[in-house]
T-cell receptor
Framework: ETGVTQTPRHLVMGMTNKKSLKCEQH?????MYWYKQSAKKPLELMFV???????ENNSVPSRFSPECPNSSHLFLHLHTLQPEDSALYLC???????????????FGPGTRLTVT | SQQGEEDPQALSIQEGENATMNCSYK?????LQWYRQNSGRGLVHLIL?????REKHSGRLRVTLDTSKKSSSLLITASRAADTASYFC??????????FGTGTRLLVSP
């Protein structure tokens, strides 16, 4: 898993905790993504960063706060989560060639989050 | 609204058989992509077909795209137990946004 790495792989947190998920890509890409995958639901796009600017924010609750300090790193800061936020959180990266086309994305292994 | 919907939701076959999965979508796309996910892991990109292409091959994979019907199919030939996974179609509608379907769970038995 040298392409896109995510830490931690598993996280259990209480509703009053604050935690952060980390993603790092080693592919030289300039776009990064956070997705949420819940059982029986399609993969939900949460945030998109291209060239370190947030270009997509799909009505995600403010208890999720993304941060992209550079093109290789992406964080998802979590606070006062709800049990329904338990899911697999996937990070991905791709190359944005500024053509308007959507290129293939490379995914990390995910963080399995459980909110108690 | 949900863009891609795969059919069937689950498919169980024997090794050596072919597996066909279908995807339907609703809006205009610039490309359609297929991904595989092993249980609880990240997704792996399999193949991308552009809106002006009708068929594409990669190893044992064959993808077709019919933009008039807004549908695509993924054929895996001579399946192996290692092909057991969930398969997702994802539509590219521009500017790095992919919209995923609910997936097809494929079980290949030895």
């Amino acid at each position: 898993e040298t392409g896109v790495t995510q830490t931690p792989r598993h996280l259990v947190m209480g509703m009053t905790n604050k935690k952060s998920l980390k993603c790092e890509q080693h592919l030289g890409h300039n776009a990064m993504y956070w997705y949420k995958q819940s059982a029986k639901k399609p993969l939900e796009l949460m945030f998109v960063y291209s060239l370190e600017e947030r270009v997509e924010n799909n009505s995600v609750p403010s208890r999720f706060s993304p941060e992209c300090p550079n093109s290789s790193h992406l964080f998802l800061h979590l606070h006062t989560l709800q049990p329904e936020d338990s899911a697999l959180y996937l990070c991905a990266s791709s190359q944005d060639r500024r053509t308007g086309e959507t290129y293939e994305q490379y995914f990390g292994p995910g963080t399995r989050l459980t909110v108690t | 609204s949900q863009q891609g919907e795969e059919d069937p939701q689950a498919l169980s076959i024997q090794e050596g058989e072919n597996a066909t999965m279908n995807c339907s979508y609703k809006t205009s796309i610039n490309n359609l992509q297929w991904y595989r996910q092993n249980s609880g892991r990240g997704l792996v990109h399999l193949i991308l077909i552009r809106s002006n292409e009708r068929e594409k091959h990669s190893g044992r994979l064959r993808v077709t795209l019919d933009t008039s019907k807004k549908s695509s199919s993924l054929l895996i030939t001579a399946s192996r137990a290692a092909d057991t996974a969930s398969y997702f179609c994802a539509t590219g509608t521009g500017f790095q946004k992919l919209v995923f379907g609910t997936g097809t769970r494929l079980l290949v038995s030895p």
